[in-house]
Every structure is written in C-alpha cells, then in structure tokens.
C-alpha cells in the first residue's frame, strides 16, 4: 500500500498550488482518500476528502471556496487545487486513505495508525 503526495512548493500569497496523491496497492475504490495538514507549532487540520466510489467531496468550513478535492479514479490519483493561498496555508499536507469517513468528518481525533494508510506529506510554503 502507498499513498504518494507530490505538489508541494512554495508560492505567493494569492497563488495556487495543486497536490497529487497516487494511490497504489489496494482497491482504490473501496476507500476515502483525505487530505490533513500540520503547520509548525500547531495541531493537525483535516482539509478534505473524497468518497472515490461516488465522488462526494467534504470539506473544512474554513476552507470551502478555495480548496477543491477531485479524483482521477483511472489513474488512482486524488488531485487538491488549493486557490487564493494564504500564509496561514503554510503546512505539512497529508494525503490518507480509509473505508470510514467518520475519521474524516466527525471532528474526532484518529492517530495516523487508525487509518488504513498514512501517507508521507508534501510541504506548502505560502509566502512572499
């Protein structure tokens, strides 16, 4: 099992960025693919996720209207277009897989082992 996530950079303030995860190694249909991020001196932040099986998107409050979460499910690859990035963007992005969208949505807090997959981040430096 592999969650790869690419895309991380740095950008201006009101720049764009969008993350890649690849997924490989187990039936990616099956699964929720979500994104959390983790800035430094701060608590982890889920940002999004997908239902790959019907293509349902969730988001944070904080984030809707400029993050947007898509998939490519004949390529496994889950794709988050991050817009009008903000400095308080800046962070570690994780991509993460899971049969439960409960660890995604309910607020709760899930340790990266509950998850079926915790992938290696990708750094998002928003600064000028």
């Known amino acids: 099992v592999q969650l790869q996530a690419s895309g991380g950079g740095l950008v201006q303030p009101g720049g764009s960025l969008r993350l890649s995860c690849a997924a490989s190694g187990f039936t990616f249909d099956d699964y929720n693919i979500g994104w959390f991020r983790q800035a430094p001196g701060k608590e982890r932040e889920w940002v999004s996720c997908?239902?790959?099986?019907?293509?349902?998107?969730y988001y944070a409050d904080s984030l809707k209207g400029r993050f947007t979460i898509s998939s490519d499910n004949a390529r496994n690859i889950v794709y988050l277009q991050m817009n009008s990035l903000k400095p308080e963007d800046t962070a570690v992005y994780y991509c993460?897989?899971?049969?439960?969208?409960?660890?995604?949505?309910?607020?709760?807090?899930?340790?990266?082992?509950?998850?079926?997959?915790w992938g290696q981040g990708t750094k998002v430096t928003v600064s000028s």
């Open positions: 997908i239902s790959t099986s019907d293509g349902t998107t």
């Open positions: 993460t897989s899971d049969r439960s969208l409960r660890k995604y949505i309910s607020g709760t807090y899930y340790f990266p082992n509950e998850f079926h997959y």
